[in-house]
């Protein structure tokens, strides 16, 4: 790890004296931070801030420009939202923002309905994604345990095509 990176944040007196809390806000702020592994090497810009609301839910928001330097490819994130609430045995996860790829361009992401995670299985019970870029969009609807359903819309003039499928598969 190479760059500059800077952390804010706050944390209230009840928040260390509640162990189900690990923290209340955080804020990361980098500029020019390079990650490198063996196989793999990115240079990232940008805010990350992590914010907890309550025990078991917190929000994470990415507004970032990341660069895979081996290919030289820049992508995107911008508002990028991830709420995550958990439950005894569920996890209820809401996604929201914009995603820039190089290549293919920008889509917006958002879950009308929120997806719900068995924690047990890690597969969604519930929940719908909708990925939208120009006048298309693709929806993905979990219709039962371990199914889905993926509606492609190419042109904003309706459902062109859909098809239907176990999450194991993906």
Do not use: C, K
């Not at 019970?125 to 120009?134: D, E, I, K, R, Y």
């Amino acid at each position: 790890i190479n760059g500059a990176m800077s952390f804010s944040g706050n944390i209230s007196p009840e928040t260390l004296s509640n162990p189900e809390v690990d923290f209340a806000n955080i804020t990361m702020t980098f500029s020019n931070l390079t990650v490198t592994s063996e196989t793999e090497s990115f240079t990232a810009d940008g805010i990350i801030s992590i914010a907890s609301t309550m025990p078991g839910s917190y929000t994470v928001t990415s507004n970032m420009l990341m660069r895979d330097n081996s290919s030289d490819l820049v992508f995107q994130t911008e508002e990028f939202v991830i709420s995550v609430t958990e439950g005894v045995s569920t996890e209820t996860v809401s996604i929201s923002g914009r995603f820039f790829h190089p290549v293919h361009g920008y889509v917006d992401v958002a879950t009308p309905i929120p997806f719900v995670i068995d924690t047990v299985t890690d597969e969604p019970t519930a929940g719908q994604l909708v990925l939208t870029s120009g006048s298309g969009s693709v929806t993905l609807t979990v219709t039962g345990s371990g199914t889905y359903q993926l509606d492609i819309d190419e042109n904003g003039g309706g459902f062109e095509s859909t098809m239907t499928g176990n999450w194991t598969d993906l």
